[in-house]
């Protein structure tokens, strides 16, 4: 299994919603990422998770939570989202923190009315 | 500020003949880099990765060059086809910033039959 499984690969919520993003691995990384992507433009760091441990926040704002119950998931707490949080937001895993391949998942669509 | 960006925005070439995508980034302390493909509504798919201590590195129709003295990285793609008509992205890892892994803005490739 070589994959990084996210869902939903669509959202739409409107700004006083709770909702949450999930992500799945099944490699044994001990690393793992939420990146932010708008349309056209390279994807940006939010949050980086070390051996289940938050390691680097982006300075995220607070309406962004992440959480890492175990080594395989990750998911991506969104509360009192603003229409600007619209973008594509992608989930990745490496085997460790240090320089090797990040694998990336196919990330939700999400859109914030 | 320091960054990992791209020459051209967008490249046409025809189908068959091979494409070139230039990267420049500013951070000598950089040691590990990574293309990406990136299709419509996909996640970045990883291409190809080459260390520091490495001048060129080939996988199958590509080939990535690094010239550490101008801190230039660039994408060969031998006999394109219109399945590679995407989005490409570099990427920088700074071992010194715990594995952050820093994208340039992309280059959009188009291959025309």
């Known amino acids: 299994d070589t994959e990084v499984t996210q869902t939903p690969k669509h959202l739409v919520m409107g700004m006083t919603n709770k909702k949450s993003l999930k992500c799945e691995q099944h490699?044994?990384?001990?690393?793992m990422y939420w990146y932010k992507q708008k349309a056209k433009k390279p994807p940006e760091l939010m949050f980086v998770?070390?051996?289940?441990?938050?390691?680097i926040n982006e300075s995220v704002p607070s309406r962004f939570s992440p959480e890492c119950p175990n080594s395989s998931l990750l998911n991506l707490h969104l509360h009192a989202l603003q229409p600007e949080d619209s973008a594509l937001y992608l989930c990745?895993?490496?085997?460790?923190?240090?320089?090797?391949?990040?694998?990336f998942g196919s990330g939700t669509q999400l859109s914030v009315l | 500020g320091e960054s990992v960006g791209l020459h051209l925005p967008t490249l046409s070439v025809q189908e068959g003949d091979n494409s070139i995508i230039n990267c420049a980034y500013s951070?000598?302390?950089?040691?590990?880099f990574i293309w990406y493909k990136q299709e419509s509504g996909k996640g970045p798919q990883f291409i190809i990765d080459?260390?520091?201590?490495?001048d060129k590195r080939q996988g199958q129709r590509v080939t990535v060059l690094l010239n550490k003295t101008v801190k230039h990285l660039s994408l060969q793609i031998a006999a394109t086809q219109p399945g590679d008509s995407a989005v490409y992205f570099c990427?920088?890892?700074?071992?010194?910033?715990?594995?952050?892994?820093?994208f340039g803005q992309g280059t959009e490739l188009s291959v025309k039959p």
């Open positions: 080459i260390r520091s201590n490495m």
């Open positions: 490699m044994g990384h001990r690393a």
């Open positions: 998770y070390s051996y289940e441990k938050l390691s």
């Open positions: 951070n000598s302390a950089s040691d590990y």
């Open positions: 990427a920088e890892a700074r071992y010194n910033q715990g594995g952050k892994l820093i």
């Open positions: 990745a895993s490496r085997k460790s923190p240090t320089n090797e391949k990040l694998f």
